[in-house]
């Protein structure tokens, strides 16, 4: 079957501590790794991950959304405050109408109708007719980052927009997250402190808070706690910014996984969630990860089904959802018909998914089909990606075990 040789592959791919990535971008396929925090863990503008533990009780080998996500909402909210700024800051000899005007149209091209080529067109000319420009400058640079991963080209217009002036906060965000997806996490943190303490001495001045102010402490929390470790301090990151915004639901969620997976206080991490969705009854990272604090910590079966069936109505299709929820029905309900119909949906719609494929190849074992794992396994070896990337430690548990089951520890060694 094509399903096992994928399998296969995934668990070769776990030996070298890397996972495929081809093709896997934010806008790509949803694989339910726990994010270090990349793509996609909570990035507001974004998150994900992404995105858990031993084969313990089954339910444990299921991966939570973590840390990073992302919403469509970048470049509206831009468009937003470009407007506010624009017609605060004026400018001698700018036609600030047209700029402003430009600046609205090239974020409703890319953000409403992901056209990239008339988002630039409007952006470029913008910045032709206000060449130093913060806002013009800093929304392509966004174009350029989210469109097209452009990250050269995009660096050198926030780079020229934080020139034109060093405090603009939207600049100093969206650099920041673009710095994140790069994995230059300490330059995102300076970006992020710098956007945060200019939003709060605008606050200490009697202004509203900037508009991306909960958004840059939501991101600033993310990677505080997986990117570089320092839990206590994105503790307080998310605290702060539901003292602005106590329905904030990225927020809500993003302090629940900490407090689930850094302070083991599955209670407190329960609160976060329900308020969660007591604002948005349809958020689906929040419903999964309700469903699998259901099914891991506090062992309530039906509950957990209903969450995962209530996520399944939100949204059928997603493979991190369909990997879990088949998880799920093979463990706790013994419900392999169900179970495999999920596993090959799953990769039929995102057939590179490393987590499913383990999961998948681990169900394919525990049903007989060991010789055939292998076979498969064997013939596959030569075709690692060249573009693979490293994995979170928790997420290659599975797989690894998964691969001590296929094909042994002498072959392991010798590969």
Same mark, same amino acid.
């Given at each position: 079957?094509?399903?096992?040789?994928?399998?296969?592959?995934?668990?070769?791919?776990?030996?070298?501590?890397?996972?495929?990535?081809?093709?896997?971008?934010?806008? %790509?396929?949803?694989?339910?790794?726990?994010?270090?925090?990349?793509?996609?863990?909570?990035?507001?503008?974004?998150?994900?991950?992404?995105?858990?533990?031993?084969?313990?009780?089954?339910?444990?080998?299921?991966?939570?959304?973590?840390?990073?996500?992302?919403?469509?909402?970048?470049?509206?909210? @831009?468009?937003?405050?470009?407007?506010?700024?624009? @017609?605060?800051?004026?400018?001698?000899?700018?036609?600030?109408?047209?700029?402003?005007?430009?600046?609205?149209?090239?974020?409703?091209?890319?953000? !409403?109708?992901?056209?990239?080529?008339?988002?630039?067109?409007?952006?470029?000319?913008?910045?032709?007719?206000?060449?130093?420009?913060?806002?013009? /400058?800093?929304?392509?640079?966004?174009?350029?980052?989210?469109?097209?991963?452009?990250?050269?080209?995009?660096?050198?217009?926030?780079?020229?927009?934080?020139?034109?002036?060093?405090?603009?906060?939207?600049?100093?965000?969206?650099? %920041?997250?673009?710095?994140?997806?790069?994995?230059? !996490?300490?330059?995102?943190?300076?970006?992020?402190?710098?956007?945060?303490?200019?939003?709060?001495?605008?606050?200490?001045?009697?202004?509203?808070?900037?508009?991306?102010?909960?958004?840059?402490?939501?991101?600033?929390?993310?990677?505080?706690?997986?990117?570089?470790?320092?839990?206590?301090?994105?503790?307080?990151?998310?605290?702060?910014?539901?003292?602005?915004?106590?329905?904030?639901?990225?927020?809500?969620?993003?302090?629940?996984?900490?407090?689930?997976?850094?302070?083991?206080?599955?209670?407190?991490?329960?609160?976060?969630?329900?308020?969660?969705?007591?604002?948005?009854?349809?958020?689906?990272?929040?419903?999964?990860?309700?469903?699998?604090?259901?099914?891991?910590?506090?062992?309530?079966?039906?509950?957990?089904?209903?969450?995962?069936?209530?996520?399944?109505?939100?949204?059928?299709?997603?493979?991190?959802?369909?990997?879990?929820?088949?998880?799920?029905?093979?463990?706790?309900?013994?419900?392999?018909?169900?179970?495999?119909?999920?596993? /090959?949906?799953?990769?039929?719609?995102?057939?590179?998914?490393?987590?499913?494929?383990?999961?998948?190849?681990?169900?394919?074992? @525990?049903? %007989?089909?060991?010789?055939?794992?292998?076979?498969?396994?064997?013939?596959?070896?030569?075709?690692?990606?060249?573009?693979?990337?490293?994995?979170?430690?928790?997420?290659?548990?599975?797989?690894?075990?998964?691969?001590?089951?296929?094909?042994?520890?002498?072959?392991?060694?010798?590969?």
């Amino acid at each position: 079957m094509h399903v096992t040789i994928r399998a296969a592959l995934a668990l070769l791919l776990a030996l070298s501590g890397r996972c495929w990535a081809e093709g896997s971008t934010r806008m %790509g396929c949803e694989t339910m790794t726990r994010m270090a925090a990349g793509a996609q863990g909570t990035l507001m503008t974004g998150m994900a991950l992404q995105h858990e533990g031993e084969r313990g009780s089954l339910g444990d080998t299921s991966f939570r959304v973590s840390g990073w996500k992302e919403d469509a909402g970048s470049m509206a909210l @831009r468009s937003a405050h470009a407007r506010a700024s624009l @017609r605060l800051r004026g400018g001698a000899g700018e036609d600030e109408d047209e700029v402003q005007r430009l600046i609205e149209n090239g974020c409703s091209l890319w953000d !409403d109708e992901k056209d990239a080529s008339g988002a630039e067109r409007c952006f470029l000319k913008a910045i032709e007719l206000s060449p130093k420009n913060e806002e013009a /400058l800093s929304s392509y640079g966004v174009l350029l980052h989210e469109s097209s991963n452009n990250f050269q080209e995009a660096t050198k217009y926030f780079e020229m927009a934080l020139s034109s002036n060093p405090s603009h906060i939207d600049s100093l965000h969206f650099y %920041g997250n673009m710095m994140h997806a790069m994995h230059e !996490d300490l330059k995102a943190k300076m970006l992020y402190e710098r956007a945060i303490q200019e939003a709060e001495r605008m606050i200490a001045n009697g202004e509203e808070p900037h508009i991306l102010y909960v958004e840059t402490l939501c991101n600033y929390g993310a990677l505080l706690e997986k990117a570089l470790g320092e839990v206590d301090a994105a503790e307080m990151a998310y605290k702060k910014a539901l003292e602005v915004n106590p329905e904030d639901t990225s927020v809500l969620f993003n302090y629940g996984v900490l407090l689930e997976d850094r302070k083991d206080d599955v209670d407190g991490a329960q609160t976060m969630y329900l308020r969660a969705l007591e604002i948005d009854p349809e958020d689906l990272n929040v419903l999964m990860n309700m469903a699998l604090l259901l099914q891991n910590h506090r062992h309530d079966y039906h509950a957990a089904e209903k969450y995962f069936t209530k996520a399944m109505e939100v949204n059928p299709d997603r493979v991190d959802l369909l990997s879990n929820f088949a998880v799920f029905l093979e463990d706790i309900r013994h419900d392999t018909n169900r179970a495999t119909e999920l596993y /090959l949906k799953a990769l039929t719609i995102c057939p590179e998914d490393v987590v499913t494929l383990a999961h998948y190849g681990g169900f394919l074992l @525990r049903n %007989g089909k060991a010789e055939e794992a292998e076979q498969r396994f064997k013939q596959e070896r030569a075709c690692l990606p060249q573009n693979a990337m490293e994995i979170d430690p928790e997420v290659a548990k599975p797989i690894i075990e998964l691969r001590r089951s296929l094909v042994g520890e002498s072959l392991m060694q010798q590969m």
